[in-house]
């Protein structure tokens, strides 16, 4: 059958500390599903939008998330995934294993597949999308990764390009200067 709706995620204590580590936000889908509860099948559209973690170092991660999602044959699919994260935008798409039982989707066993592609952003998003490695940064990030493997064996690789006037980590004592990382 067909399931729109939306859904809410509001912790109930939103004003607590950041080390609480809270996150709220909203889930809108559209979905048609058919099958049996351990072998569903089916095709959604989907918006994650106005997700706020909390942090327990810097400043909150906002993000929106919005794509086409497919289920067949125990492969979740992600396509035209559009990720909007802190200022900076991303595309996204993958496949992965779920097996379904009497607990709810799982991380099944299988092949992975996946890309992640930052196209040429402001560098100072990385003070919130790695708080703990990054304190400040100017210039700009451009990345190209790759999920492949299997569920047991992940292999993650890519390319990543970092021109920044300046980079201070906490891990490496006093700012960079006119760092070039590919």
């Known amino acids: 059958g067909v399931l729109p709706g939306t ?3 509001s912790p109930e ?3 607590r500390s950041r080390d609480s580590g809270r996150v709220s936000g ?3 889908a559209s979905a048609r599903i058919a099958g049996t509860v351990s072998a569903p099948r089916g095709q959604a559209r989907i918006v994650v939008d106005d997700v706020t973690v909390s942090q327990e170092s810097g400043p909150d991660l906002v993000a929106r ?3 086409k999602v497919a289920l067949d044959r125990g492969i979740l699919a992600l396509s035209d995934g559009h990720l909007r994260c802190s200022g900076v935008d991303c595309t ?3 496949k992965v294993p ?3 039982d009497s607990t709810g989707p799982a991380l099944g066993h299988g092949p992975l ?3 992640l592609r930052i196209p040429r952003s402001d560098a100072a998003a990385l003070t ?3 708080p703990g490695l990054v304190s400040r940064a100017s210039g700009q990030v451009q990345a190209d990764i790759r999920l492949s493997g299997t569920s047991s064996q992940p292999l993650v690789r890519g390319a990543v390009r970092l021109s920044a006037p300046t980079l201070k980590s906490p891990l490496l004592g006093p700012p960079l200067e006119d760092v070039e990382l590919d």
Do not use: D, N, P
């Open 7 to 9: 859904g809410g995620l």
């Open 13 to 15: 204590s939103a004003g």
């Open 26 to 28: 909203r889930l809108t």
């Open 65 to 67: 998330l919005e794509g």
């Open 92 to 94: 996204v798409s993958g």
């Open 98 to 100: 779920v097996v379904f």
């Open 113 to 115: 597949e996946g890309a």
């Open 128 to 130: 919130v999308l790695l």
